[in-house]
């Protein structure tokens, strides 16, 4: 695995300079890699742990940064709910509710 960064030139329009600004990152470079970061993992191609490491973030860190842009980092599914349904009953039934 090629663990040497690879460095390209850029150009980016006028307009997505407001919304590269509102990316968390101290440089453009890591704005960018957490904008790719970002759009990979809300389209599902990579892991939350995996994009954390794409960014160049903790997963602590990124997970702050999903939370920012309004991104869910967890899925709470119809299935969860039907566990946590029967986790609930059945600790309510030991206690004699």
Known sequence: MNTQP???????P???IPFL????????????RVAFALNLFTNRTVTLEKSAELSGLSLLD???VLEKQGIPWGEYTD?????????IKKMLKEIGQ
């Open 62 to 64: 990124f997970m702050d």
């Open 14 to 16: 006028e307009e997505l």
């Open 79 to 87: 299935e969860h709910k039907k566990q946590d349904d029967l986790v």
């Open 21 to 32: 600004n509102k990316i968390s990152g101290d440089s453009i470079d890591q704005k960018v």
């Open 6 to 12: 690879n460095t390209f030139e850029v150009t980016l």
